[in-house]
């Protein structure tokens, strides 16, 4: 097997010495084993390339989100993510080892849980956009959930009820600072903040913007015309993607302005091309 036909490491786990046991055939490793599926129980931790503290955020897992460990050392858990298969590394001390099957998700930007259902109580936790809880019981206008602490029940959806307009969610994040690697509310990358906001429209989504690009909606036809996009419409460039809000304007994280924006597409186009080239395409989700 050649290095170029090998599956993409970033959603397929394998090492030399060590692969997920359904990869058993596709790739060469000295030991194939299956994973143990765990549970984030902190409001949101880095998954990481490699095992150290300051090695590069590839993405992040949010609370109640599912990570299958297929290796333990030295306080690190190697495993991929359940949410959209992405590997990497975390910390094993954010996981627990009890999983619950998530009632309802958090549909506000940003939610807190709370030791009592009372405001005036200091939070024990925040909780971002699409993370996850077990609801066990009611307390007045406070949810309790699995794990201990009340949540704000109007902050949250139960699983499976979806906005209609995921470029809504998108616009209510406008101002989240720029962070690469993010997926969270507090900050977010150009392709995190597709795959957040997709999520809550019930749509599922990989993680990096070439997979988005290749995996998401369908591709309007060449030579591309910019007079016709519609809402929703996802433009892609070489390593960065913007949601259209109309047939004008883009929203999207990026790096010129550091925070979620919303611009004229011809001025973005404009200024990404020096720097990434022109649109590679624009993909129209089907509607469902």
């Not at 956009?129 to 309790?144: H, L, P, Q, T």
């Not at 602490?149 to 969610?169: K, Q």
């Not at 795959?195 to 070439?210: F, K, V, Y």
Request: with cysteine; aromatic share 8%.
């Amino acid at each position: 097997m050649t290095r170029a036909t090998r599956p993409d490491h970033r959603i397929n786990l394998y090492r030399e010495d060590l692969a997920a046991a359904h990869l058993r055939g596709e790739v060469e490793a000295s030991r194939f084993v299956d994973g143990e599926d765990m549970q984030v129980k902190l409001p949101l931790i880095p998954l990481l390339r490699a095992p150290e503290d300051d090695a590069p955020m590839e993405t992040q897992l949010l609370f109640g989100e599912v990570f299958r460990v297929y290796e333990e050392k030295d306080g690190w858990a190697f495993g991929q993510s359940a949410q959209d298969d992405y590997v990497g590394y975390v910390d094993m001390k954010a996981l627990a080892p009890r999983l619950y099957q998530p009632t309802h998700v958090v549909a506000a930007l940003r939610s807190f849980i709370y030791p009592k259902p009372d405001l005036k109580t200091r939070p024990a936790l925040p909780l971002s956009i699409n993370a996850k809880v077990k609801v066990i019981a009611a307390r007045g206008d406070y949810s309790e959930i699995e794990r201990g602490g009340f949540v704000f029940t109007a902050h949250l959806a139960p699983v499976g009820a979806y906005v209609r307009d995921f470029v809504s969610v998108a616009e209510e994040l406008r101002g989240t600072p720029y962070l690469w690697g993010g997926r969270d509310s507090l900050g977010l990358d150009c392709s995190g903040l597709v795959q957040a906001t997709l999520e809550r429209a019930g749509i599922s989504s990989l993680r990096d913007t070439d997979m988005q690009e290749a995996t998401l909606g369908e591709a309007l036809p060449e030579p591309l015309d910019f007079t016709k996009l519609k809402r929703g419409d996802l433009v892609f460039w070489k390593g960065h993607v913007g949601i259209m809000l109309d047939s004008e304007h883009l929203i999207h994280a990026n790096a010129f302005h550091m925070r979620v924006d919303v611009e004229r597409l011809d001025i973005a186009m404009s200024r990404i091309t020096r720097s990434a080239g022109h649109v590679t395409s624009i993909k129209r989700l089907l509607k469902r």
